[in-house]
């Protein structure tokens, strides 16, 4: 593996990457879909399925009866999101280390923007970030380059391989690729390996410590 630019900004993706919601997700969903006569998903399945914008990925579940789905859906995911919201170990620290360090760092979600950034205030992690950018905030979500540069717009840095994209998708590797930057895989058992084919990562990190310590080298090569 070729070495990695030494970063000057980091946009995160944020289920999976920074935090674990899961369980709100899941049981939002499966209002949405006992509403229409559709099968409950397992956690694990929803893990699987969940990775597009739900302006992408919605109109093929429920198709013309999507935006009903979409208001079962928030009604009942607002109702506890923010009681249920964790973040993932060593996710707090890695951001004050890249803040600490005077890196920009930036949030890239395919999460409805308004509640991306209600659970970052919950966090108390909005001083972390230079922008959050959710679903809907752009005119188009991952894996389009619209909310990268969005996330980008008033830092001074512009796209290239010194913003490293960190998500946990196939579709943050695509929008990684696709905008001209950098893509860091923070791995989970969500995806196949097969799942990257078309869009690789350029490293791959376990954890939170992993994905430090691939800023480390890139910064400070031995």
């Known amino acids: 593996m070729t070495a990695l630019p030494a970063p000057a900004a980091i946009l ?13 997700i899941a049981r939002a969903l499966n209002a949405a879909r006992r509403a ?7 956690e ?15 109109p093929a579940m429920f198709g013309e009866a999507w935006t009903e789905a979409r208001e079962i ?13 964790k973040p993932l ?6 951001l004050e280390t890249l803040n600490g360090r005077g890196l920009y760092v930036g949030v890239v979600s395919n999460k409805n923007g308004d509640y991306l950034r209600k659970e970052i205030r919950h966090l108390a992690w ?6 959050a950018v959710g679903a809907g905030d752009a005119v188009e979500d991952k894996p ?7 996330a980008l717009d008033g830092s001074g840095i512009g796209r290239s391989g010194a ?21 860091i895989l923070r791995a989970t058992a969500d995806e196949p390996e097969t799942a990257f084919s078309d869009w690789p990562p350029a490293a791959v990190a376990d954890s939170s410590e992993g994905i430090m310590r691939l800023v480390d080298k890139a910064r400070w090569p031995i």
Request: glycine share 6%; net charge negative.
């Open 73 to 85: 859906f928030y009604d009942t995911f607002r109702a506890n999101h923010l009681e249920t919201l």
């Open 144 to 150: 389009a380059v619209a909310p990268v540069d969005l």
């Open 163 to 183: 913003v490293w994209f960190v998500g946990d998708a196939a579709v943050d590797m695509e929008c990684a690729i696709r905008a001209g930057c950098t893509p």
């Open 44 to 58: 694990a399945a929803v893990r699987g399925w969940v990775r597009q914008s739900m302006r992408n990925s919605f």
């Open 89 to 94: 170990p060593g996710a707090a620290e890695l």
């Open 36 to 42: 229409f006569g559709h099968p409950e998903l397992s």
């Open 126 to 131: 909005t001083a972390r970030f230079g922008r």
């Open 12 to 24: 995160f993706d944020w289920d999976n990457t920074l935090v674990d919601n899961w369980p709100s």
